[in-house]
């Protein structure tokens, strides 16, 4: 029996829709007929056959079809492919997401997972070769194939630890009972647990004492992907998903039986790996959605170098343009010429600006704006199907979505990011914040008149204080511190299988899946794809404004290898405890599964991307406002930019493999089981143990310390992990807890600075972290921070300690320019009688001129 659920939920600027999502009886769904094999053939590592309707047709959600393709290849993973044998449907296009080189060169006996099948009906299983231990299988689940609707479903044991399938605000560990993960991109304000937000990442990593594997599902598609462990009486769990057209392109990653990070490095191998980042990225960036005039940003620049906190990157959101409009600004309340005199004050200062640019373009026939005028003369808009340019309503009023896959598209981009920021007359920004680019509509379905919503909404906002005089001085004194698209389809608009999109009708509050881009695909297929597209034409159009130089590019909206081009900040989130909680789990997925490492909520220390903001519908909450508050940050800062080449360092290897930046503790400790649910701890890199203190009011923390050796990161004073909870108390409000795992070397800054490039002129301090055998191991990477190409070198170590001695081994190519002022080990019971410098060292002093040492200090 089929029925339909209603929820209620808020959408963006606090509409209030319906959500309508089907359920079925799984009962009814497994009495399909499936599909039977027929014309097998085996050639090296590839398997193809037909698969034939094998009895009559179920038709739930449409006409079964008769006939698909089956294309198996064992590569260093294995990937099946079904398609629809008599015609072609949608698939991702490789212009998104480039298909990964098939690389497997040895026998199909020593593939680390193998594929099987049955024939009648037709059913396959993914199985580790060593232990025949089944990973995913499809038995008793008969494969299902109309044209709107698909659907594939395993069992999975009891108590299963699956992670990842994104973009959502739930635990970590995905809970197993009655869940539904709705993939389709949607303006998610406040971000809801338990509904589809921003991006689509249909990945999931499968964690158990035997091992870690992965399994992507290559489809852009809407979908619900559903967990439940009450359809066995054993316990275990089925996995199912629901998609809405296209084809099933599943990847299955082997991963490792020992080491999880190893599925990490090789779903980067299928998306790619993240791109590298400046150096300065990784300072502290202020923003707010509110800042009423230029005189409000000089101002808080200006309060926080007073107030003695590292600002390395001042942002502004919306609030400069004029009339809500991209690439204009405000001439009343931020003239250009005072907004250029705000960024060279910036550079001058060695501090960076960043700027909001939304995809929708305001309508303005005859109104002189040149965007929307030379976009019209290119007829890059997302068109309707009577060809006419979509309208659609976002902040500035009436808008026209770009077109991504329009032939002159990045042109367009790059054309207006070259007018708009450059720097002889334009505004010289530094990185780019891309939002709204789900892409977001505000216009309430039928949405037959935009217009006549566009003023009842009061789009654009008026402002609500009056201009600042023009020659208001500012950073003197600081102010008070108060393809083709699939064949025939019965209904673009309304499918017959209805996702669980917490907006509604799937094209409520975004734009319509009916709307065509310029190469025939239909918004139907491609509108999870969007917010990444503009990404990477973002970026594009970035590298193209300041060649030869990383650019930082945050995005809201993100699908599968996004991180390839552009970070990512978690959304519209509330400054709740509850938020807090899940914004860490967030965390871990983009960064531990999703391979996008540049994350951050607003706001915590210990994010990749650390960027304090907040609407205009509350307080400003700039650290300096509260002497709590501001000392919180001067310490948090302090150990963070003391880390910095460490992080950095984290961030090049995963540039390099997909090592992943963010881990669960899981990811280090596979087999203690009681880490599998822990999502309030992390690990960033490979030797800082993170734990802060989640709950409200509160100076203590129950945290959970593994059997290993931890050291406390501002004391040095080791601690033994036991595999058993441990309460911290007396944390101030000021302090977030940090450990070093045991058996790391941490190259040091010794201590913070206000820009990260004073910091690069700090000495290094050289700590050893033992473990309980004695034995330490770190890495160091350095470069210019900045160059896309770098020409001037690389500095490139690696750091071992036994048996009481140090070895620095590496290429020096980079000149840093500093000084190692000091070594510390640490878990030593009594101070050495004699100190002594082994021969890598001799060798770093021979070599001075690019990593001069100076006298070890605390050893």
């Known amino acids: 029996m089929i029925h339909t659920n209603i929820a209620i939920t808020f959408g963006a600027v606090y509409f209030i829709s319906s959500v309508f999502a089907t359920w079925i009886d799984p009962s009814l769904l497994d009495a399909c007929p499936g599909y039977n094999i027929a014309n097998p053939a085996s050639q090296g590592s590839t398997f193809t056959a037909d698969l034939v309707l094998a009895g009559t047709a179920c038709n739930v959600f449409g006409s079964d079809l008769k006939s698909l393709t089956l294309n198996m290849s064992l590569e260093n993973r294995i990937h099946v492919k079904i398609m629809d044998a008599n015609g072609s449907r949608y698939e991702v296009p490789e212009s998104v997401l480039p298909r990964p080189n098939a690389t497997f060169g040895g026998s199909i006996s020593s593939a680390a997972i193998q ?21 995913f299988t499809t038995a008793s689940h008969p494969l299902i194939f109309e044209p709107q609707y698909l659907r594939v479903k395993t069992v999975l044991p009891p108590n299963a630890n699956i992670y990842g399938l994104g973009e959502h605000s739930d635990s970590f560990r995905l809970p197993t009972f009655n869940t539904t993960r709705t993939l389709w991109s949607r303006d998610a304000y406040e971000i809801p647990t338990g509904t589809n937000l921003y991006g689509n990442h249909p990945i999931y990593f499968e964690h158990r004492t035997t091992g870690t594997h992965g399994v992507f599902l290559l489809n852009s598609n809407g ?38 990070l190893e599925v990490s490095k090789q779903y980067a191998e299928v998306v790619g790996t993240p791109a590298e980042v400046p150096y300065w990225s990784f300072g502290l960036h202020q923003c707010r959605f509110g800042y009423t005039s230029y005189v409000d940003v000089a101002e ?12 390395e990157t001042m942002w502004t959101d919306i609030d400069y343009m004029d009339g809500r409009r991209i690439f204009t600004v405000d001439p009343s309340y931020f003239p250009l010429d005072r907004m250029r005199e705000i960024v060279d004050y910036l550079h001058t200062h060695d501090q960076k600006y960043v700027l909001m640019t939304d995809p929708a373009v305001a309508y303005a026939p005859g109104e ?12 890059v808009w997302l068109k309707m199907p009577n060809g006419s340019a979509e309208l659609a309503l976002v902040w500035p009023g009436v808008t026209n979505y770009p077109d991504w896959f329009h032939p002159s598209i990045q042109d367009f981009w790059t054309t207006e990011f070259g007018l708009f920021f450059n720097t002889s007359d334009g505004i010289d920004i530094d990185g780019a914040w891309i939002d709204m680019n789900e892409p977001s509509n505000f216009c309430v379905l039928p949405c037959t008149d935009p217009f006549q919503q566009a003023q009842e909404m009061a789009l654009p906002p008026p402002r609500t204080a009056p201009p600042p005089d023009p020659d208001t001085p500012i950073f003197g004194n600081s102010s008070s511190i108060a393809s083709s698209s699939l064949g025939k389809r019965e ?16 094209s409520a509050l975004t734009a319509w899946t009916n709307a065509t881009h310029a190469n025939g695909l239909v918004e139907y297929d491609t509108h999870n794809l969007y917010g990444t597209m503009m990404s990477v034409a973002t970026r594009a159009a970035m590298l193209a404004r300041r060649p030869g130089l ?7 909206s993100t699908f599968a290898g996004a991180g390839a081009h552009v970070g990512k900040w978690l959304g519209d989130n509330f400054s709740s405890w509850q938020e807090y909680r899940l914004s860490i789990a967030g965390m871990l997925g983009m960064a531990g599964v999703y391979q996008i490492p540049m994350v951050g909520s607003d706001i915590c220390g210990f994010y990749p991307f650390m960027r304090n903001h907040n609407a205009d519908t509350s307080i400003s909450q700039e650290f300096y406002r509260w002497p709590v508050t501001a000392q919180a940050a001067k310490n948090v800062l302090d150990i963070r930019y003391r880390l910095m080449d460490y992080i950095y360092t984290t961030f090049h290897q995963a540039s390099l493999d997909g090592s992943p930046v963010l881990q669960a503790l899981w990811y280090k400790y596979p087999k203690d089981t009681s880490t599998y649910p822990i999502d309030l701890q992390f690990l960033f890199g490979p030797s800082i143990l993170v734990s802060p203190v989640t709950d409200e009011n509160s100076t203590s923390v129950t945290i959970y310390l593994p059997r290993d050796t931890f050291y406390e990161f ?19 409000f000021t302090e977030i807890p940090v450990h070093i795992v045991g058996g790391s070397i941490l190259p040091l800054r010794v201590n913070g600075t206000m820009t990260t490039t004073e910091l690069r002129q700090n000495d ?26 770098q020409t001037n070198g690389t500095t490139a170590l690696t750091f071992d300690y036994q048996d009481g001695t140090l070895s620095v081994n590496g290429t020096f190519g980079y000149n840093l320019g500093v000084n190692v002022a000091g070594v510390k080990i640490l878990g030593v019971d009594q101070s050495p009688k004699n100190v002594s410098l082994a021969q890598d060292l001799q060798r770093l002093i021979a070599l001075q001129q690019y990593f001069p040492i100076a006298a070890p200090r605390d050893l």
Request: no cysteine; hydrophobic share 35%.
């Open 300 to 311: 808080v620049i200006t309060n926080y170098s007073e107030a003695g906190i590292p600002l």
């Open 764 to 789: 290094f301090e050289i700590v050893v972290a033992p473990s309980a055998a004695g034995n330490a191991s770190g890495r160091l990477y350095v470069d210019d921070g900045v160059s896309l190409k």
């Open 714 to 732: 501002l004391t040095l004073e080791p601690i033994s992990g036991t595999g058993a909870n441990v309460t911290l108390t007396n944390v101030d």
């Open 491 to 506: 209904d673009l608009l309304n499918p017959p299988y209805a996702i669980q999109d917490a907006a509604g009708n799937l």
């Open 115 to 135: 594929f099987n099948y049955t024939t009648s009906p037709f059913s396959f299983t993914i199985y580790r070769t060593s232990t025949s231990e089944v990973l």
């Open 550 to 556: 990383r650019t930082l590019v945050i995005t809201r």
């Open 223 to 260: 979908m619900d992907i559903k967990i439940n462990d009450t359809e066995s009486t054993d316990g275990s769990v089925t996995l199912e998903y629901n998609v809405l057209g296209g084809v099933l392109d599943f990847y299955f990653l082997a991963g490792s039986e020992n080491d999880p």
């Open 368 to 379: 002189g704006y040149g965007t929307y005028n030379r976009g019209s003369a290119l007829d």
